[in-house]
């Protein structure tokens, strides 16, 4: 089991930035593919973005042309780089590690879940 320990959520206004990181730890995650999700209050889970062990990044519609997301296989780590922030983007983000098939669309192919960290976006 990969263990996954996300930081980097904070409180910023609206059109701010922030830097999401997820640390890995147990395994190492080269081979996997890895994934942001979140949750607001009172809503799903949804995907953000994901990425596959090749480097081939995919994001839902909303992530488009604001979030990237990133790995460093050799730090085993996972980031998400958030630009031009919305209130709605206030919510919970998870990052997860799945098979080398798994992607933001389909969260209940990942296997290995963070605790989350709370990124809260201000008008």
């Known amino acids: 089991q990969v263990h996954l320990v996300e930081s980097g959520g904070d409180s910023v206004q609206s059109g701010g930035s922030l830097r999401l990181s997820c640390a890995a730890s147990?395994?190492?995650?080269?081979?996997?593919?890895m994934g942001w999700f979140r949750q607001a209050p009172g809503k799903e889970r949804e995907g953000v973005a994901s990425?596959?062990?090749?480097?081939?990044?995919a994001y839902a519609d909303f992530a488009e042309g604001r979030f990237t997301i990133s790995r460093d296989n050799a730090k085993n780590a996972l980031f998400l780089q958030m630009n031009s922030l919305k209130p709605e983007d206030t919510a919970m983000y998870y990052c997860?590690?799945?098979?080398?098939?798994?992607?933001?669309?389909?969260?209940?192919?990942?296997?290995?879940w963070g605790q989350g960290t709370q990124v809260t976006v201000s008008s």
């Open positions: 997860a590690a799945g098979p080398f098939y798994a992607d933001y669309t389909a969260p209940t192919d990942f296997g290995s």
């Open positions: 990425v596959d062990a090749d480097g081939n990044s």
């Open positions: 147990g395994h190492l995650v080269s081979t996997y593919s």
